[in-house]
C-alpha cells in the first residue's frame, strides 16, 4: 500500500504536459472491438483504468501490444469470447461500453453489472432502453446483463435520451455503428469524449454525424477496418491543474490541451481571482492577488464537468467569502467534505448544495481518498495547506491521472509517493 505525502504552501511554476484523455480512452479501447483489422490507438494514458480495460480485452482473445508506453496496438479479428468476466468488470464504470462494442459486432454480450467510483446510484437504464430500441433483448439475471441482438442483427432506430447520459451516447454510438439502417440520438450528450469516440469509429470507416451536437445521426456499416488514431488531451487533468495552481498561486503553461475544452472551467477560476490565457494548444495559468468566492453548479458539457467538482471546491475553501456549490449530476459527491473538514475547512452539505465558507488557511492532516476526483481535490488541499499532508487510497487517483506526483513535482510541488506502514499493519491486523 502506498501514500503520497505532501508538504503544503508552496506555489507552483514550470510546465506541465497533459495526457491523452481517460474517458475517451476508456470508450476508444472497447470500440476496438467493433474493427475487423488492427488499430493502432496512441496518447493513451497510463493509468489502472486503461490498464484494466485492457486486460479485459486480451481475456476475450483481442491481441493487445503496447508499441510505447502510450501507444496500443488491439488486433480484435479473432476474439474467442463476448463473456466479461465479474471481477474484472465490477472494477470499472465505463466496462459498460463492453455491452455496446460486443453486441454491435457479435450480436451478443455478457457483462457483469458495472462497478467504479461510487458517486451514488450509477444505473445503465437508457444504455438498456437503447439496446432495446436497435431490437436486442437485454436481460439481467445474477448480477449479469445478457444482451442478444436478434438473428437479422441490429436495426437502426430514433432514439430519445431521456438524459444526456455520456455513457448511453457512446454505447449507443457503438452498437449502431454496424447495424443496418440510419439510427438517430436526440438529446445526445455533447462531451468532448462523445466527438472523439465519433472521430476514432469514422476514421475507422464507420458514419457518424453531429457527435457534439444535441442529434447524432450514424448509419450503419457493414464492417470496420483497421488503422491508426490518437486520443484528445485529458479536460479534467487539465483542469485539476489548473484548479491545484489557483489555489496555491504561481504561474504554469499546461501544455498539449484543446483550450476550447476548458472555457467552462478557465471561466470560473478566472472569476475566482486566476489569470488564463491561451497559447496555441497550451494554457498558461497564474494566480498572485486574492482567491475570490463563486457560486459553481455542475451541468452537462458545455457546463462546469462535475468532474471537476470536488477540485474547484478544495480551491473555494481558502477562498475570501462564502460559495455555493451545486451539484447537478451526482447524488454522492461530496464524500471528500469530511476529509476537507480535518483541515480546517468550513462546509456544511445539505443533498446537493455545499455552502463553502472560505478560511484563511487550511492545515495539514491525514486524509483518505473516497474517489478519483475527490482524491484529486485532497492533492489539491494538501498543496495549498499549511504543513503535512497524508492522503491514502491512492488506487483511486492512479485510476484517473498518468505519472501525477512527477507533474507535480516537475512544478516545484513538495509530493512523494511512500510506502504506506500503518495502512500495511492495519490490513495485517483486519486479516487477522
Ligand atoms: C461519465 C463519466 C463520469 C462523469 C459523467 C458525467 C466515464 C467513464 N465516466 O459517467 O466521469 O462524471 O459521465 O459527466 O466517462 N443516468 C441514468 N440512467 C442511465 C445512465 C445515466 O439515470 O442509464 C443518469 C446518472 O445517474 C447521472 C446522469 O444520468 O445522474 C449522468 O450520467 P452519465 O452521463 O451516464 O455518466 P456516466 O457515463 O456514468
Known amino acids: 500500500m502506498q501514500k503520497y505525502v505532501i508538504n503544503g504552501g508552496k506555489p507552483l511554476f514550470g510546465e506541465i504536459e497533459i495526457s491523452g484523455a481517460k474517458n475517451a480512452a476508456v470508450a476508444i479501447i472497447p470500440?476496438?472491438?467493433?474493427?475487423?483489422?488492427?488499430?493502432?490507438?496512441e496518447n493513451v494514458p497510463q493509468i489502472s483504468d486503461v490498464t484494466l480495460i485492457l486486460r479485459i480485452l486480451e481475456e476475450l482473445g483481442a491481441d493487445v501490444r503496447l508499441l510505447n508506453k502510450n501507444t496500443v496496438q488491439?488486433?480484435?479479428?479473432?476474439?474467442?469470447s463476448c463473456h466479461v468476466p465479474d471481477e474484472l468488470s465490477r472494477k470499472m464504470r465505463a466496462s459498460y461500453y463492453l455491452i455496446g462494442a460486443l453486441l454491435g459486432r457479435f450480436g451478443q454480450a455478457v457483462v457483469s453489472m458495472p462497478g467504479g467510483c461510487d458517486l451514488g446510484t450509477r444505473p445503465i437504464d437508457l444504455h438498456v432502453k437503447s439496446f432495446e430500441k436497435l431490437g436486442a433483448r437485454v436481460d439481467v439475471v445474477s448480477g449479469y446483463v445478457h444482451a442478444t441482438a436478434p438473428k437479422t442483427g441490429l436495426h437502426g432506430a430514433t432514439i430519445y435520451m431521456d438524459q444526456a447520459s455520456v455513457g448511453a451516447t457512446m454505447n449507443t454510438m457503438m452498437a449502431a455503428a454496424r447495424s443496418t439502417g440510419l439510427t438517430i440520438i436526440e438529446n445526445a450528450a455533447k462531451e468532448p469524449h462523445i466527438v472523439d469516440l465519433a472521430n476514432f469509429l469514422n476514421s475507422m470507416g464507420a458514419d457518424i454525424m453531429g457527435a457534439g451536437t444535441d442529434v447524432i445521426r450514424i448509419r450503419g456499416v457493414g464492417q470496420l477496418h483497421g488503422g491508426a488514431y490518437?486520443?484528445?488531451?485529458?479536460?479534467?487533468e487539465a483542469g485539476t491543474y489548473m484548479a491545484a495552481v489557483t489555489a496555491t498561486?504561481?504561474?504554469?503553461?499546461?501544455?498539449?490541451?484543446?483550450?476550447?475544452?476548458?472555457?467552462?472551467?478557465?471561466?470560473?477560476?478566472?472569476?475566482?481571482?486566476?489569470?488564463?490565457?491561451e497559447i496555441g494548444d497550451c494554457v498558461?495559468?497564474?494566480?498572485?492577488?486574492?482567491?475570490?468566492?463563486?457560486?459553481?453548479?455542475?451541468m452537462p458539457y458545455?457546463?462546469?464537468?462535475?468532474?471537476?467538482?470536488?477540485?474547484i471546491s478544495a480551491c473555494l475553501t481558502i477562498a475570501e467569502g462564502t460559495s455555493v456549490v451545486t451539484e447537478g449530476i451526482w447524488e454522492n459527491r461530496y464524500r471528500y467534505v469530511a476529509e476537507f473538514?480535518?483541515?480546517?475547512?468550513?462546509?456544511?452539505?445539505?443533498?446537493?448544495?455545499?455552502?463553502?465558507?472560505?478560511?484563511?488557511?487550511?492545515?495539514?492532516?491525514?486524509?483518505?481518498?473516497?474517489?478519483?476526483?475527490?482524491?484529486?481535490?485532497?492533492?489539491?488541499?494538501?498543496?495549498?495547506?499549511?504543513?503535512?499532508?497524508?492522503?491514502?487510497?491512492?488506487?483511486?487517483?492512479?485510476?484517473?491521472y498518468e505519472n501525477l506526483v512527477e507533474k507535480l513535482r516537475g512544478v516545484g510541488a513538495d509530493i512523494c509517493l511512500v510506502e504506506d506502514e500503518d495502512e500495511e499493519a492495519q490490513h495485517k491486523?483486519?486479516?487477522v
Open 284 to 298: 498558461r495559468i497564474s494566480r498572485s492577488g486574492p482567491l475570490k468566492r463563486v457560486n459553481v453548479k455542475t
Open 429 to 431: 491486523i483486519e486479516a
Open 302 to 311: 458545455p457546463g462546469f464537468p462535475t468532474d471537476m467538482q470536488p477540485q
Open 249 to 277: 498561486g504561481g504561474d504554469v503553461l499546461i501544455k498539449n490541451v484543446i483550450p476550447k475544452h476548458l472555457d467552462c472551467i478557465s471561466a470560473k477560476l478566472v472569476e475566482m481571482g486566476a489569470k488564463v490565457e
Open 341 to 400: 473538514r480535518r483541515m480546517g475547512a468550513q462546509i456544511q452539505v445539505d443533498g446537493k448544495i455545499a455552502v463553502i465558507e472560505g478560511v484563511s488557511k487550511l492545515s495539514g492532516a491525514p486524509l483518505m481518498a473516497c474517489d478519483l476526483r475527490a482524491g484529486a481535490a485532497m492533492v489539491i488541499a494538501g498543496l495549498a495547506a499549511e504543513g503535512t499532508t497524508d492522503i491514502g487510497c491512492i488506487h483511486y487517483i492512479e485510476r484517473g
Open 230 to 236: 490518437s486520443i484528445i488531451p485529458d479536460q479534467i
Open 74 to 80: 488491439i488486433d480484435s479479428r479473432h476474439i474467442t
Open 31 to 41: 470500440a476496438a472491438l467493433l474493427v475487423d483489422g488492427v488499430c493502432r490507438i
